[in-house]
């Protein structure tokens, strides 16, 4: 499906951030009137936006309709008002913060929500600063949970430039969800191209977010991401089947070292993953581990690696030690994007 990224009223109510921006701070001043008519601001006595319910500028009627309508997730636009473009929206939280982020309209019926990306901005460095999803303060025991970004209300980033540096939204702690997505997309490749690029897409069926508080935030405040808080396999958080929208299993197999191919089986997404030395990895994607040595296909996790070599947002996926465990370059190289619905 070609994407289009124009506003469009009756299909999708996608924003850009200038003119949104500049229609709010014009509509602060005047929403109020659309009820009561004239009323005197200091010395200035405005004329009305609607007469007998109809707006004079239409135009304006179209951007107020857009304020009045915006929704907690991408799912509730797509049920709602039968968006169908991709693209960035505005979206509000339960406390009333509006936020944009991308939404997926298309994939497995649309309603996904870009919630964070991680992003790797030194495969080479062992938690340096830009590690934000394990530790920008190095390898610390004193530290053992890192940034506790998976478990914190913490946020950063924009959405549009989501694979060029980390995200992380308000949605990922605010909404409720059942499911998630994941994009494996080339590193600052531009928004229109996303779908298209990306080496690998997936997304769960199961609604196992249902049991785990809705979203990650709350999953991973169940399973923390703490050095020896738990032992490989035995305490190893939920795993969900996947469904792929890009890729399979084969596929997703031939992305990590040629070495490893025993320690995982394809198909799955898990969470919260130990490995021989205790330490966490917060997400293994597309697979469920069988093995130990989960810093070789997971990413993300507490601030704390027995070996530093493993520390940072892509733990070990590059290994220098061993090249047949180290992941392949379109995987080192591509930004891991999250999705909810």
């Given at each position: 499906m070609e994407e289009s990224f124009e506003p469009s009223l009756e299909k999708s109510y996608e924003l850009k951030t200038e003119k949104m921006l500049r229609f709010i701070l014009f509509l602060m001043c005047f929403m109020h009137l659309s009820h009561t008519g004239l009323r005197v601001l200091g010395n200035v006595t405005p004329r009305p936006i609607t007469i007998n319910g109809t707006y004079i500028n239409p135009e304006l009627g179209k951007y107020h309709?857009?304020?009045?309508?915006?929704?907690?997730?991408?799912?509730?636009?797509?049920?709602?008002?039968?968006?169908?473009?991709?693209?960035?929206?505005?979206?509000?939280?339960?406390?009333?913060?509006?936020?944009?982020?991308?939404?997926?309209?298309?994939?497995?019926?649309?309603?996904?929500?870009?919630?964070?990306?991680?992003?790797?901005?030194?495969?080479?460095?062992?938690?340096?600063?830009?590690?934000?999803?394990?530790?920008?303060?190095?390898?610390?025991?004193?530290?053992?949970?890192?940034?506790?970004?998976?478990?914190?209300?913490?946020?950063?980033?924009?959405?549009?430039?989501?694979?060029?540096?980390?995200?992380?939204?308000?949605?990922?702690?605010?909404?409720?969800?059942?499911?998630?997505?994941?994009w494996h997309v080339p590193n600052n490749k531009v928004l229109k191209d996303w779908t298209t690029a990306a080496i690998l897409r997936y997304h769960t069926e199961s609604h196992f977010l249902?049991?785990?508080?809705?979203?990650?935030?709350?999953?991973?405040?169940?399973?923390?991401?703490?050095?020896?808080?738990?032992?490989?396999?035995?305490?190893?958080?939920?795993?969900?089947?996947?469904?792929?929208?890009?890729?399979?299993?084969?596929?997703?197999?031939?992305?990590?070292?040629?070495?490893?191919?025993?320690?995982?089986?394809?198909?799955?997404?898990?969470?919260?993953a130990f490995n021989t030395d205790k330490s966490a990895l917060a997400m293994c994607s597309g697979v469920k581990p069988t093995g130990c040595n989960t810093q070789h296909y997971c990413i993300g996790g507490g601030g704390f690696f027995q070996d530093r070599r493993h520390c940072g947002d892509f733990t070990a996926l590059d290994w220098s030690a061993d090249k047949t465990k180290s992941a392949s370059k379109e995987m080192i190289e591509s930004t891991v994007m999250l999705f909810y619905r």
């Open positions: 309709a857009k304020l009045r309508i915006l929704s907690q997730s991408c799912l509730d636009i797509k049920e709602k008002y039968g968006a169908t473009q991709n693209g960035i929206y505005f979206l509000t939280t339960k406390s009333g913060t509006v936020y944009q982020t991308f939404c997926d309209m298309t994939t497995a019926g649309g309603g996904w929500t870009l919630v964070a990306s991680v992003h790797e901005n030194n495969i080479h460095g062992a938690c340096t600063v830009g590690d934000r999803w394990s530790s920008q303060q190095g390898n610390d025991q004193h530290r053992p949970e890192g940034e506790e970004t998976w478990a914190n209300t913490a946020t950063f980033g924009t959405a549009e430039s989501s694979t060029g540096d980390d995200y992380k939204n308000l949605g990922y702690y605010d909404i409720q969800a059942q499911d998630v997505a994941v249902r049991e785990h508080g809705g979203n990650l935030y709350h999953l991973f405040k169940k399973y923390p991401l703490k050095f020896a808080a738990g032992e490989c396999k035995a305490d190893m958080g939920p795993s969900s089947p996947v469904v792929y929208d890009t890729g399979d299993k084969d596929s997703t197999t031939a992305l990590y070292g040629s070495s490893l191919k025993d320690e995982f089986e394809s198909g799955f997404i898990t969470f919260r």
